[in-house]
């Protein structure tokens, strides 16, 4: 058996090296109660067995199982690629229109909650955001992409800290001219829309390097907002968040955003091609498993 070190010019399988042991580890938080045992399963059967394929015509890809559970970090990497996949399409096909996109980049917090009541939490950072779009000030915010990230608070390990980071699509006139709005204005404006007595943090940036692409500004900033989880965070904390987190979405998109997500949907049904291109058997492969006691994976002989 060799190492996989002969071929790491297939960054998948590298990437799968790098979440796969924090997979583990998740399984093993979950396989510690009962009530999640096949969450456990799931997690330590993703990306287990993998085949990278060699075919001299492309580039060498894989294939392999994956669990598609929302907490696998594995899971999360690639609904974070899958992202990047579909936001550049709208881009290229943006700039390829003659559509010239304004952004602003938002992040929107509340204060800290208990971890058991992140549920409530949510739904209502959800209506407020509605209210807050819903807003005259607003009018000028044509779309909009938000993404849910839950932390573990930092003072007191039994709350949790729920934020939205925000890509907005906006008229070029409140990135810098009539409608601008400071970030003082926004905090206002998502303390008045949550309902709530005290000032929320909130941040906003300008998506308008100088001699930068706005587009790869926008990529870098959907990496930030979806980036998997690196961490275990304490088992009881962690197992409450999961369940809270049932039935709440990690994206919603809005307004012309949504109209722009279905025609990637409808102009790219075979998106996911590179990955059912080969032949799973009588393609040139080789065949990969998961040593968790190594760390790493390891070439089966055929
Ligand atoms: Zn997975």
Known sequence: MNQFNDHQENKSLISLEKYKPIADDTAGVFSADHRYRKEATRLQECASNVRIHLNPSQEPTNTTWYCKHRHCPICQNRFSARWRVRLQWILRTMRAEGYKPHWLFLTLTVRNCPVTELRSQIQAMNKAFSRLTDRH???HVHGSVRFLEVDQGQDDPETAHPHFHC????????RGGKDYLSRDRWAQLWKESLQVHYTPEVDVQRLNPEGQSVDEEVLRRLSYSTKPRVTIPEPAWFLEMVEQLHHTQRAIVTGQLKHWTERFKAANQDWHI??????????????YRWDPDQGSYVEMSS
């Open 137 to 139: 000030a607003l009018r």
């Open 167 to 174: 890509l907005l699509l906006v008229a070029p006139t409140m």
């Open 274 to 287: 590179n990955e059912l291109n080969v032949d799973p058997e009588s393609d040139p492969h080789k065949r």
